[in-house]
């Protein structure tokens, strides 16, 4: 590749575009909180985490697959990521839209977005990645049949 043939990171045609509802089968409502905004009078970015952290995790054990204290095969986090498209605010309600985009043998990649109120496009879209590793050595291990059928129901 020639460095003119290199994609340019200030071409919009390169730029990642917002989720729509339509790219998600689960959706987690939450609300914002007071603290949750900045002096700027939105969601300090550091929170979109959280609720990135919020939708995985209650999915999982909502299903019934991570046992936060007692079970033996614990998801680490290894990688995360946002891009911001639109700003959320506090008194706002965030739909947080989870799929799984990548499962393996020991690890997964979630994708969610972040809807406030009723917008049809995502105001971020991140990723979360999970390896899963045994409680006590902490090395990777496979992922438990439970778990691994709970993240197919997510596949996009």
């Known amino acids: 590749m020639t460095r003119d043939d290199a994609p340019h990171h200030s071409d919009p045609a390169a730029r990642l575009q917002p989720f729509t509802r339509g790219d998600f089968r689960h959706?987690?409502?939450?609300?914002?909180?007071?603290?949750?905004?900045?002096?700027?009078?939105?969601?300090?970015?550091?929170?979109?985490?959280?609720?990135?952290?919020?939708?995985?995790?209650?999915?999982l054990i909502e299903r019934g697959v991570l046992d936060i204290h007692r079970g033996s095969v614990i998801g680490l986090v290894v990688e995360t990521g946002c891009h911001y498209f639109a700003p959320l605010a506090f008194p706002e309600t965030v739909h947080a839209g989870l799929r799984v985009a990548r499962l393996g043998t020991s690890s997964v990649r979630y994708e969610?977005?972040?809807?406030?109120?009723?917008?049809?496009?995502?105001?971020?879209?991140g990723h979360f990645v999970?390896?899963?590793?045994?409680?006590?050595?902490?090395?990777?291990?496979?992922?438990?049949t439970p778990l691994r059928a709970a993240l197919q129901d997510l596949r996009t």
């Open 27 to 59: 959706f987690l409502p939450i609300s914002t909180r007071w603290m949750d905004n900045d002096v700027y009078g939105h969601v300090n970015n550091v929170v979109y985490y959280a609720y990135f952290d919020t939708v995985v995790n209650r999915y």
């Open 112 to 125: 969610v977005g972040l809807f406030g109120g009723e917008a049809p496009t995502a105001a971020a879209r």
């Open 130 to 144: 999970h390896v899963y590793v045994d409680r006590e050595t902490r090395r990777p291990t496979a992922l438990p």
